[in-house]
């Protein structure tokens, strides 16, 4: 089955300590990206990757780090979280760039709580 | 710069009765303009995409939308509610000419549908 697969879904945590929220699809995609959702903002892009080695930062990037070593994989680092943090991560991959031909796909999203 | 606005964070209608949400964009470019929906607690799902060819788009389960230009709606409806059709529904604008898969999300509208 095509999917865009996050883990974990549910993620308490305290401030400062490190973490990794995993992404990974199995469709092959170029295109991948992460978002978080806050009520009353909808969705603001975190960052985003055109292939294999290549990241740019999107919107809203601060505190945040990627790594995009192989092209299934595109995992979420918080080096030092804060509650400001605290947030609804989804991760989205489509085939390529192009929003016309490339709709996104989304994971199942993780729920971020950092107290 | 491209924005997304969704009137109305919360719509309630009854099964049967016609839904309509709305969203105004503005943008620089043409646009693609996307509707997405998010179930509970699942990622969001592609409703319809307008990519500049015909202006009312159909989508997946019943929904449709129109692009106006001369109004930058693209408003989405449904001519008879079901309870499966209670989510939270997103427009989205593509940010840049189709060059780059960069979204821009409205906050959203969650849809209640009553018996």
């Known amino acids: 089955e095509a999917q865009v697969t996050q883990n974990p879904r549910y993620l308490i945590t305290v401030t400062g300590k490190k973490l990794t929220v995993t992404c990974s699809q199995n469709?092959?995609?170029?295109?991948m990206s992460w978002y978080r959702q806050d009520p009353g903002l909808g969705l603001r892009q975190i960052y985003y990757?055109?292939?294999?080695?290549?990241?740019d930062k999107g919107d809203v990037p601060e505190g945040y780090k990627v790594s995009r070593k192989e092209k299934r994989n595109f995992p979420l680092i918080l080096e030092s979280p804060s509650p400001n943090q605290t947030s609804l991560y989804f991760c989205?991959?489509?085939?390529?760039?192009?929003?016309?031909?490339?709709?996104?796909?989304f994971g199942n999203g993780t729920r971020l709580t950092v107290t | 710069a491209q924005s997304v606005t969704q009137l109305g964070s919360h719509v309630s209608v009854s099964e049967g009765a016609l839904v309509l949400l709305r969203c105004n964009y503005s943008?620089?470019?043409?646009?693609?303009l996307f509707w997405y929906v998010q179930y509970p607690n699942q990622g969001l799902q592609l409703l319809l995409k307008?990519?500049?060819?015909?202006?009312l788009v159909k989508g997946i389960n019943g929904f449709e939308a129109e692009f106006k230009k001369s109004e930058t709606s693209f408003h989405l409806t449904k001519p008879s509610a079901h309870m499966s059709d209670a989510a939270e529904y997103f427009c989205?604008?593509?940010?840049?000419?189709?060059?780059?898969?960069?979204?821009?999300f409205g906050a959203g509208t969650r849809l209640a549908v009553h018996p």
């Open positions: 307008y990519t500049s060819a015909a202006t």
């Open positions: 469709m092959n995609h170029e295109y």
């Open positions: 989205a604008v593509s940010k840049g000419s189709g060059g780059y898969n960069k979204l821009i």
């Open positions: 989205a991959s489509s085939l390529r760039q192009g929003a016309g031909s490339s709709p996104l796909h």
């Open positions: 990757s055109m292939n294999v080695e290549v990241t």
């Open positions: 943008s620089s470019v043409p646009p693609y």
